[in-house]
């Protein structure tokens, strides 16, 4: 099945300087990968996502690269904001799975003032 | 987005005892939804992928027997922890596809945090 491996396990920043998390997947057949934010104690929040037709996709401050060759995909945080400071996790669809998401093992990401 | 509501939040209950928590998405039609579990500062964790009107899907390791899910109509799943000892305790999170067609998208409810004494 799907492998998520996700990198850094925690990331710190000083407000206003970009933060950069990747990913990389096992399954070459993958198709979708979502982003989600999730606060303490909340409920995932989807932030971002990419499909596999597509390399780069920004929305705001917010961007997220993929490159299929590879089997890797990364988050850009920038101009980071204290309110950014959460857990972030990635996931990939297997190709092979209709839907189901595998999980990378999350950053947790704190923006200093 | 779609909403994916989550009932109850918190339930706290007594070894041996049998805790329902249902999942439901409010303004979509979910032909299928996914329970996760979360421990702290973990990721989450796949457990079982429910289907409208079919059996669940239950991933390697998840005893299907001890956590029995329903999916008994395209706006309603419910997990069934069975028997529950204090290592169920745990923070579950469902999430609901929306059965549109191409969507993507997996919206998630606000957890559940069980505690089992």
């Known amino acids: 099945g799907e492998n998520v491996e996700q990198h850094p396990s925690t990331l710190s920043v000083q407000e206003g300087d970009s933060a950069v998390i990747k990913c990389t997947y096992s399954d070459s057949a993958s198709n979708y990968f979502p982003w989600y934010k999730q606060e303490l104690g909340k409920r995932p929040q989807l932030i971002i996502d990419i499909r596999s037709n597509v390399g780069e996709k920004k929305d705001q401050r917010i961007a997220v690269t993929l490159n299929k060759t590879a089997k890797h995909f990364s988050l850009h945080i920038t101009e980071t904001q204290p309110e950014d400071s959460a857990v972030y996790f990635c996931a990939a669809r297997g190709g092979t799975s209709y839907g189901k998401l595998t999980f990378g093992q999350g950053t947790i990401l704190t923006v200093h003032p | 987005g779609a909403v994916v509501s989550q009932h109850p939040s918190r339930v706290i209950c007594k070894s041996g005892t049998s805790v329902k928590i249902e999942c439901r998405s409010l303004?979509?039609?979910?032909?299928?939804m996914f329970w996760y579990r979360q421990f702290p500062k973990k990721s989450l964790m796949l457990m079982a992928t429910?289907?409208?009107?079919?059996?669940?899907?239950?991933e390697q390791g998840v005893e299907k027997d001890k956590f029995l899910i329903n999916h008994a109509s395209l706006t309603l799943s419910t997990l069934t922890v069975t028997s529950a000892h204090p290592e169920d305790s745990s923070f579950y999170i469902c999430s609901a596809r929306d059965g549109s067609g191409v969507e993507e998208t997996q919206y998630f409810g606000p957890g559940t945090r069980l505690l089992v004494l």
């Open positions: 303004d979509f039609q979910a032909t299928t």
């Open positions: 429910s289907n409208e009107g079919s059996k669940a899907t239950y």
